[in-house]
């Protein structure tokens, strides 16, 4: 029946659309049955990061799906519950960053910083597809870094950059943003590290909450809570004013070039409210997200909105960076508003094209929550072409 309804609500925005997106909801139905046995993994306990653990015998090795890079991903709420919970997850995170040094000895992509009126911010690309930052107050030679999860890539941008490092933001608590912190914190002694105590990040030194202001130099840094991917998922704004130039936004996994993270510790009620919080702030401000995903993010995005111009072009655009191996980031909030589903839960054509609403009759339509969800269920089954 989902089928069906796909298939009509694309009626007219072209065949090969409402196959791709039958194609989605077939699959959803089979993925229901993965979600039960996620219970009997609850009674893990957060593993205390005091000491590295010996690497993985062979035999214990995980073998992540071909397309599986998001660690998450790869097998689903089970895999997570180990991730988060476990060392299982701690010793994965360390293969991980072995085998993206080896693979891409200079980074997954190739970045470029932007300068300000006396600031710089430096995208580091770390794993297979993160992005770490280095936040720079060029003239007090003081740097913040941002979600630093492979530490010898980070410390080789404070070398070259010539800069001390004082503070360390993390986002939330997964390991391929938060498995630097150990060592960083140790090579620079009065590095501070910065985050939610809900999250249970590792070697956190100063707590924060929500509006909480981070002072570095002339940096501004403001954290502002959402949560829905973690409990303690935080993302932090650079304040542009101080500098005379645009705000900068660090988004961890809330958001992306034209995709949003997974709701893992949290409701679609919660996930919506995160991001109505960042779509609060300013169209200028710059989107400095945790994942390089615009490629599969917009051909997802193809799918329920075909006939979005911005989207097709920004598509384009991303394409071309994409076949140089160059980054995507940042868009903007202006930008993002155009084209990214999760951002326009608002928008009619959404609704349209998901079909009748969950309601017994299917006259109801959705609520913004429920869109979110939707779409969010969607995103997680679809493949990118």
């Known amino acids: 029946m989902a089928a069906v309804v796909a298939a009509t609500a694309l009626k007219g925005r072209g065949a090969r659309n409402a196959r791709v997106l039958r194609g989605i909801l077939s699959g959803a139905t089979a993925n229901k049955a993965s979600q039960s046995r996620t219970r009997a993994l609850q009674s893990h306990s957060s593993p205390e990061c005091k000491e590295e653990p010996e690497p993985l015998s062979p035999e214990l090795e995980y073998i992540p799906r071909k397309r599986g890079k998001n660690p998450m991903k790869a097998v689903g709420l089970a895999w997570y519950s180990l991730y988060t919970r476990t060392w299982l997850g701690y010793l994965f995170y360390r293969q991980q960053l072995r085998r993206a040094r080896n693979r891409y000895p200079k980074g997954h992509s190739r970045t470029q910083p932007r300068l300000f009126n006396g600031v710089k911010v430096l995208p580091i690309p ?4 993160n992005y770490s930052y280095l936040i ?11 979600d630093p999860s492979d ?15 004082v503070a360390i933001l993390c986002t939330h608590k997964h390991w391929d943003h938060s498995g630097g912190n150990r060592d960083l914190s140790r090579w620079h002694q009065d590095c501070r590290v910065y985050g939610n105590p809900q999250d249970g990040i590792p070697y956190l030194t100063h707590p924060l909450c929500h509006q909480d202001v981070v002072s570095v130099g002339r940096l501004q840094i403001r954290a502002l809570a959402t949560p829905g991917h973690t409990q303690g998922h935080l993302v932090y ?22 995709g949003c993270g997974r709701t ?14 960042v779509l609060g702030l300013g169209d200028d401000t710059l989107l400095w997200p945790g994942h390089e995903y615009a490629e599969e993010n917009l051909g997802f ?3 329920v909105e075909p006939e979005n111009l ?27 508003r155009s084209y990214n589903p999760f951002l326009r839960t608002h928008c ?13 009759t299917g006259d109801d339509g959705y609520s913004r929550a429920q869109l979110l969800e939707k779409l969010r269920q969607l995103k997680d089954l679809h493949k990118s072409k």
């Open 126 to 129: 770390v794993l297979s597809d």
């Open 151 to 165: 530490p010898q890539a980070v410390q080789a941008s404070i070398e070259k950059e010539g800069v001390n490092l």
């Open 348 to 360: 009619l054509v959404l609704q349209e094209a998901l079909g009748p609403g969950p309601g017994p």
């Open 264 to 277: 893992f510790e949290g409701t679609a009620e919660t996930m919506l409210s995160s991001l109505d919080t």
């Open 310 to 336: 911005a989207r097709e072009r920004k598509m384009q655009w991303v394409q071309r960076q994409r076949m140089e191996r160059k980054s995507t980031c940042p868009s903007t909030l202006g930008e993002e």
């Open 237 to 258: 704004l650079l304040d542009g004013e101080p500098y005379k130039g645009p705000s900068c936004l660090f988004s961890g996994d809330l958001l992306f070039l034209s």
């Open 136 to 146: 720079i107050d060029t003239q007090a030679r003081l740097a913040v870094a941002v």
């Open 301 to 303: 995005a193809g799918v």
